[in-house]
């Protein structure tokens, strides 16, 4: 499955965005998803995923309360909904997918994935 994330841009603090996880496959249901994000001189991070059917959400801490992940599946797209950005936010944000996953505390580990996008990138200015 290819992955295509897109939705980033250049934002002020306190603003939102809204990220998009499009697959190139039909059948996007038997793929958990997660969102990973690295900035510069730092390891990529989980931030947050989901199971098959939209069950199984998890979030990082620094992602609750914040961002919200949800998917359409008639749409082959996951969303990564991000509200009250902050500059620590910052990043290149990367999509994952784990065929038959279930999402949840597993979807936190990178090596549980073996399909990623490309990035997109987020800025938030102070």
């Known amino acids: 499955v290819q992955l295509q994330a897109s939705g980033g841009g250049l934002v002020q603090a306190g603003d939102s965005l809204r990220l998009s996880c499009t697959a190139s496959v039909g059948t996007f249901s038997t793929y958990a998803v997660g969102w990973f994000r690295q900035s510069p001189g730092k390891e990529r991070e989980f931030v947050a995923a989901?199971?098959?059917?939209?069950?199984?959400?998890y979030y990082a801490d620094s992602a609750k309360g914040r961002f919200t992940i949800f998917r359409d599946n008639f749409k082959n797209t996951v969303y990564l909904q991000m509200n009250s950005l902050k500059p620590e936010d910052a990043a290149i944000y990367y999509c994952?997918?784990?065929?038959?996953?279930?999402?949840?505390?597993?979807?936190?580990?990178?090596?549980?994935?073996?399909?990623w996008g490309q990035g997109t990138q987020v800025t938030v200015s102070s």
């Open positions: 994952a997918a784990e065929k038959y996953g279930y999402g949840g505390a597993s979807g936190s580990q990178l090596g549980r994935y073996s399909h």
């Open positions: 989901i199971g098959r059917s939209g069950g199984g959400i």
